[in-house]
Nanobody, 123 residues
Framework: QVQLVESGGGLVQAGGSLRLSCAAS????????MGWFLQAPGKEREFVAA????????YYADSVKGRFTVSRDNSKNTVYLQMNSLKPEDTAVYYC????????????????WGQGTQVTVSS
């Protein structure tokens, strides 16, 4: 199985930027569709972004489209989430996730999860 560890979270002001990283180990990263989810206090976990195995296809939630960019470097076994123009409503714990099979357009079938990293955006 693949193990996922997120990093890069922190406290930023509204309008600022942050880059999250997800380091994978245990398996070849190119075998997995990768995604990012968030969970705000008192809310259910929701989809943010996904990227295909080779990085050729990406898919974003409407709330982050145009502001966030997901990318991957399979040679480094790492997935990234570049977060620009951050808003207070982006505040949440962000989770890296992976699945061996499936489409970037489907968000309810991920099987591996990281521990999460806190992102806080102040106004």
């Amino acid at each position: 199985q693949v193990q996922l560890v997120e990093s890069g979270g922190g406290l930023v002001q509204a309008g600022g930027s942050l880059r999250l990283s997800c380091a994978a180990s245990g398996r070849t990263l190119s075998n997995y569709v990768m995604g990012w989810f968030l969970q705000a206090p008192g809310k259910e976990r929701e989809f943010v972004a996904a990227i295909s195995k080779t990085g050729g296809t990406t898919y974003y939630a409407d709330s982050v489209k145009g502001r966030f960019t997901v990318s991957r470097d399979n040679s480094k076994n790492t997935v990234y989430l570049q977060m620009n123009s951050l808003k207070p409503e982006d505040t949440a714990v962000y989770y890296c996730t992976a699945k061996r099979y499936g489409s970037v357009l489907q968000s309810d079938d991920y099987t591996y999860w990281g521990q999460g990293t806190q992102v806080t955006v102040s106004s």
